[in-house]
């Protein structure tokens, strides 16, 4: 099985990632994707270059099976990010199967992130394109990952400049395997920034061993007893939930932020709470369990997040689907 790697030349903060991979040993020229894609390999680590947005190619796992014969494991995409703020920052997040325009955000003040979310209702279309309501399997990587990227990005003097980061489960595109995105942001000044680059290049080639280290972030029998993270509620970068994936031996699945989970409050004699945030909640749970066979998935609520109504709606329909809620020990 092989790892496959994204990269779009549209995209400086991608192409030049891919770039510092590739200038590193043991590369070769590898087949042809169609219709023109460009390919690398390096031991079980392919590496494609298309020319397109990085969210509109879709299939890009089967279509390399296909096309190869070759079975993949993971998909790894590099990108940029972009945020109001500007800030620069390493961020590192799971995506889901849809791409919901950034319209109905923009008076939640949060416009700029452009948004896919998982609490489409099925039959809808994403103007983006993906598939509504459906989570793509989050990369079992992305915990460790993270960790590891703040030690680089420290080693290389990044931060405090740079904010490690993780985000909130958003856009596309479609995979059916599991599947993180690795961004610069979050401007045109820093996608160009090559000392980013560089640690991003290098986050890859230590995490997936291409020195000759050992792996980081592989989930396997001996490891499937560990506690991951499910992450519900908060702002698109999630602090709280970032906090408890710094700590060792924590796994990360998807992250829900609010935006992820619409919820109607119930009219007066009513029970009901409406809105898709079941939804959400259960298709990045059952997509999380399936991501890590034999672990143990908790929910972290970011408790101050919701109002007392939403937070009792969400517990409940928890417990109802048998999902645990972590304590704070339990993350440590």
């Not at 999630?238 to 796994?251: E, G, Q, S, Y």
Request: hydrophobic content about 40%; overall charge negative; proline content about 6%.
């Amino acid at each position: 099985m092989v790892t496959l790697i994204v990269a779009t030349t549209y995209d400086p903060a991608s192409i030049n990632p891919a770039t510092a991979l590739l200038a590193m040993p043991g590369w070769t020229t590898g087949p042809i994707l169609p219709p023109n894609i460009k390919s690398f390999t390096n031991q079980q680590t392919r590496l494609i270059q298309h020319d397109v947005s990085i969210v509109k190619e879709d299939d890009l796992d089967s279509r390399w099976e296909e096309a190869t014969g070759e079975v993949v494991d993971e998909v790894i995409f590099l990108s940029r990010h972009t945020a109001a703020s500007n800030r620069p920052a390493l961020t590192v997040h799971p995506i889901d199967r849809n791409f919901l325009c950034g319209f109905a955000l923009f008076f939640l003040n949060c416009w700029w992130l452009v948004e896919g979310v998982l609490h489409l209702k099925e039959g809808e279309s994403p103007p983006h394109g993906g598939k509504a309501g459906w989570a793509a399997l989050p990369s079992p990587r992305i915990g460790p990952w993270l960790r590891l990227l703040k030690k680089m990005a420290e080693a290389h003097s990044l931060v405090p400049e740079f904010e490690i980061t993780l985000e909130g489960t958003h856009h596309g595109p479609i995979t059916s395997k599991p599947t993180m995105f690795l961004e610069i942001g979050s401007t045109e000044e820093y996608w160009k920034r090559q000392d980013a680059a560089q640690v991003i290049a290098l986050l890859i080639w230590e995490g997936l061993g291409l020195g000759g280290g050992e792996a980081v972030g592989n989930w396997n029998s001996e490891t499937g007893k560990r506690t991951v993270l499910l992450g519900i509620g908060g702002g698109h970068y999630a602090p709280r939930h970032v906090d408890v994936v710094l700590k060792d031996d924590i796994w990360v699945g998807h992250l829900l932020s609010g935006y992820s989970l619409p919820m109607e409050e119930a009219k007066p004699g009513e029970n009901h709470i409406g809105g898709t945030w079941r939804q959400s909640i259960q298709a990045a749970f059952e997509a999380t369990k399936a991501s890590f066979p034999g672990g143990e998935i908790l929910a972290h609520l970011d408790q101050k997040s919701f109002k007392g109504w939403q937070k009792k709606a969400i517990t409940e329909f928890l417990a109802e689907q048998n999902i645990n809620v972590g304590r704070p020990n339990d993350f440590t």
